[in-house]
């Protein structure tokens, strides 16, 4: 149990959308959970059985205050996702959050960069719109493996979102991966003030060595397994490089968003 029932939620789903291929967007009537920021993210059970018994991480998508909803998306993976996806409007789902940090955005004003891979859209489609409704600039990049697997235009239009896609069969946009394409606006002479990335693990170590060589601050959101999201199980650890030292840092607890340049990728 969470030491403080304030993270503990039942909430109702209100809608049920297939965004893309294995991709769906859930809608969840969560008035308390409205305060969350992007990076945050929700520890769920999937259904009211206890397969699966351990619950699963999900980055919150959008919070819309005015409805008192929390946004998902969820790519179908394993028996969590695919039970998510099989639910009815009406639904009750047992959740625990908002958990985490967030992107350290909100207060810089100069152009950011977003580069998402795959199901990494979740959290920064939330920072995208954060950014767009306080007039920050940025620019979103996309990168998935076939068109099919990324939402239609339609998904970003309603939002204000113009994201420049990738995808490694050249089916929408630019023809290779999302690091490629950010490769591209790098050397191209783009100057960011701030990268902020998510996606598989190797994706967001060729992110930060980009960033490196183009000076330019990384900031990443981990995704690892969980089991107490709480930071007490020390399941999510993940290596860093502080100050020549190597430490362990709680995904779940001190992130999921750190300082990129301090991940230690070659000791995963
Ligand atoms: C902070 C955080 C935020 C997340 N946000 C989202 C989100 O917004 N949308 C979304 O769809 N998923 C998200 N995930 C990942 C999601 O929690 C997993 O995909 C989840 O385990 C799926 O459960 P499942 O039962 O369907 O599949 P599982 O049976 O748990 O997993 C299926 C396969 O994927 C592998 N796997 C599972 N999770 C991970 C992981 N984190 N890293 C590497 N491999 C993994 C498993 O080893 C297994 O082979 C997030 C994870 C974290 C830690
Ligand atoms: S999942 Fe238990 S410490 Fe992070």
Request: aromatic fraction near 8%.
């Amino acid at each position: 149990m969470h030491p403080n029932s304030d993270f503990m939620h039942r909430c109702e789903l209100v809608d049920l959308t297939r965004v893309a291929q294995g991709c769906f967007r859930l809608k969840l009537y969560a008035p308390a959970l409205t305060g969350a920021e992007p990076g945050q993210f929700v520890h769920l059970r999937a259904g009211s059985s206890t397969d699966p018994l351990l619950r699963r991480p999900f980055s919150i998508h959008y919070v819309d205050q005015k409805a008192g909803e929390i946004w998902l998306l969820i790519r179908v993976v394993g028996p969590a996702t695919s039970a998510l996806s099989r639910l009815r409007p009406g639904a009750e789902l047992d959740l625990l959050g908002p958990l985490g940090n967030t992107f350290p955005a909100r207060e810089e004003a100069a152009a950011a960069m977003l580069v998402a891979g795959g199901i990494g859209l979740a959290p920064l489609y939330f920072l995208a719109r954060r950014r767009l409704e306080a007039g920050l600039a940025f620019d979103l990049l996309l990168g998935g493996a076939e068109g099919s697997s990324l939402p239609g235009d339609a998904f970003f239009d309603c939002a204000g979102l113009k994201p420049m896609l990738a995808t490694e069969d050249g089916s929408r946009g630019f023809k290779g991966t999302v690091v490629d394409l950010l490769k591209q606006r790098l050397e191209s002479g783009e100057k960011p003030s701030r990268i902020h990335a998510c996606g598989p693990v190797p994706m967001l170590a060729r992110v930060v060595d980009l960033g490196k060589i183009y000076a330019v601050p990384v900031h990443i959101s981990l995704e690892s397994l969980m089991a107490c999201a709480v930071g007490a199980c020390l399941g999510c650890v993940f290596p860093f490089k502080i100050n020549g030292m190597l430490e362990y840092r709680r995904v779940c607890r001190d992130g999921p968003v750190f300082n990129g340049e301090e991940a230690h990728f070659n000791f995963v």
